[in-house]
C-alpha cells in the first residue's frame, strides 16, 4: 500500500428532478478524522450516511464537504415567509421613523435573507426525499473517492520527500560516527596541552593521563545515540515502504529522531560534530514537519 496524504481537493456535480447541486470536499491536517458538514436546510438527512461513507474511505484527516443547492431554470418551490416579511417590515418601519430616512423599497426588502426561502424540500414526500437523498450521496461518494485519489497522487510525492530526508539522516548519522570516533584520540591531544599551560613544570603520568581521557571519553560517547538513530532510520524506511497509515508512527518516530540529535549535540565535545549534530535536527524537523502531512 502507498503512502496516503491527508491533503485533498475534489468536488462533484449531482442532479435530479428539478435540482441540481455541487459538492466540494478538502481536507487538511488532523490527529483523527473529522468531517464536516456544509448543506443548505433541509438536507441533514443525509448527514449521518455521508459520516459512514467517509468512514469507508479515510482514516485520518480535518475532511469539509459543502454542498451548494440550487433548482434548475423553470423549477418551482420559491416562497415567502409570512413571519420573516412581517418581521422585516416592522423594522424597516420603525428605522425609518427612528433616522428619518425613506422607507425601505419591496424589492430590498424581498431581498432579506430568510423572507424568500426556497420551498421545494418540503413539497416532496419521503419517498421523493429519499430518491432525492441517495442522488446526493452518490454524487458525494464520488467526490470522497476523487478526493482519496487526489490524498494518494499527493502521499506518493511526500513519500519521495521523506525517503530522501530519511537518507539524508543515514548519511548524516554515518558522518558523526566517523566523527566520534575520532574523539578520545582529540581528547587526549586537547587534555595534554590544557596540563602542559597549566602544570609546566610539573610532569603528569602517562596512567593518569589515560584515567581523565577514559573519563571524559566515557561522557562524550555516543555509540548508543548514533546506534538508535541508525535503527530509527531503518524503521522509518520500512513505514514508508508499508505505507498502511503510519502518520502517528512517523510523528512519534520523529520525536525519538530529535530526542538522540538533542542528546548527541549536549555530548559532542568536537565542533565538527556539534554542526553533524546541529545538521541532524534541521533535517529531523523537516521530516517531522512532513510526517505530520500523512494519514
Known amino acids: 500500500m502507498s503512502l496516503v496524504s491527508m491533503t485533498g481537493f475534489a468536488e462533484a456535480p449531482g442532479a435530479s428532478g428539478n435540482l441540481r447541486w455541487r459538492w466540494e470536499v478538502k481536507s487538511v491536517n488532523g490527529r483523527g478524522l473529522d468531517l464536516r458538514l456544509r448543506m443548505p436546510p433541509g438536507f441533514d438527512s443525509v448527514g449521518p450516511a455521508a459520516r459512514v461513507l ?73 419517498a421523493q426525499r429519499g430518491a432525492r437523498d441517495a442522488a446526493i450521496l452518490e454524487s458525494l461518494a464520488y467526490a470522497f473517492d476523487a478526493l482519496a485519489r487526489a490524498r494518494a497522487t499527493e502521499g506518493a510525492k511526500l513519500c519521495h520527500v ?12 554515518d558522518e558523526a560516527g566517523k566523527l566520534a570516533a575520532a574523539q578520545p584520540a ?18 603528569v603520568s602517562e596512567d593518569r593521563l589515560a584515567q581523565e581521557v577514559a573519563l571524559l571519553a566515557a561522557k562524550a560517547d555516543v555509540r548508543e545515540e548514533l546506534d538508535r538513530l541508525a535503527a530509527h532510520t531503518q524503521e522509518a524506511r520500512a513505514m514508508l515502504a508499508s505505507g498502511d497509515g503510519v502518520g ?48
Open 54 to 126: 467517509a468512514g469507508e474511505r479515510f482514516k485520518r484527516g480535518n475532511i469539509q464537504a459543502t454542498l451548494t443547492v440550487e433548482p434548475q431554470e423553470g423549477a418551482r418551490g420559491m416562497r415567502i415567509d409570512p413571519a420573516a416579511l412581517s418581521a422585516a417590515i416592522r423594522i424597516a418601519k420603525e428605522v425609518a421613523a427612528e433616522t428619518g430616512l425613506a422607507p425601505a423599497r419591496i424589492d430590498g426588502i424581498l431581498a432579506l435573507k430568510g423572507v424568500i426561502v426556497q420551498d421545494e424540500a418540503i413539497a416532496l414526500d419521503a
Open 162 to 173: 521523506l525517503m530522501g530526508q530519511a537518507r539524508e539522516i543515514a548519511n548524516l548519522t
Open 186 to 203: 582529540a581528547l587526549r591531544e586537547r587534555l595534554q596541552a590544557q596540563l602542559k599551560d597549566l602544570f609546566a613544570s610539573v610532569p
Open 248 to 295: 502517528r508512527k512517523l510523528d512519534f518516530l520523529a520525536q525519538e529522531f530529535n530526542r538522540e540529535a538533542n542528546t548527541l549535540c549536549s555530548k559532542s565535545s568536537d565542533v565538527a560534530l556539534t554542526r553533524v549534530g546541529l545538521a541532524l535536527k534541521s533535517v529531523i524537523d523537516q521530516f517531522r514537519e512532513q510526517a505530520q502531512n500523512v494519514e
